[in-house]
């Protein structure tokens, strides 16, 4: 059972590229906090800036393997780097983020970072999609054959299927903005 009058647990993600040392990968996610503080920490729209809320309370760092950097782009305008990529599809997702470029390596894209509440990384308590189906037992769903026909469904003929429930389970782990980090989150390396 989840504690509802209990603040979320908050966590600053990184992205870093995989191709630089250890400690320099923490040194540039560093570099991108510091970023983060300085552009999301006195947004005046907010009695108490989330980014105070994790210095205070929370300072948990988790700094994931995000690929490549390359600040050149294909025809159609997409990043060739997936660090790149991670930076676009944040912003194009209007998730408050930051990042930091270093000079010393030609300003290349060095650190993304973000912070998320425990709705995208606590599978125990807030469960994928499926899961959540399944935990819920709509319509006789925990026969055997049913759960793995739920598994093997594509994720969008899922939500197109169960779209009541979808629509449920997004307002259960805190809107689209967590669906999208969930996923984006979602099986990567830390670095």
Known sequence: MIDTTKPFELR????????????????????????????????????F??????????????????????????????????????????LENKIPFAYFEEPDLNDALTAVCFIGDERIWNYDDYLDFVKYIIDKGYNGILNPQKVLELRMMEYESLKEKYYDYYEEWVQFIGGEKNVFLRELIKGKKLA
């Open 12 to 47: 600053m993600y990184f992205f870093v590229p995989y191709n630089i040392s250890p400690i320099q990968q923490a040194i540039q996610a560093g570099h991108a906090a510091l970023r983060y503080a300085y552009e999301h920490g006195h947004n005046s729209n907010e009695r």
């Open 49 to 90: 800036p989330l980014i105070w809320d994790f210095i205070c309370s929370h300072e948990t760092w988790v700094i994931l393997n995000g690929g490549t950097t390359n600040k050149r782009r294909d025809l159609d305008g997409i990043a060739l780097g997936t660090l790149d990529q991670i930076g676009d599809s944040l």
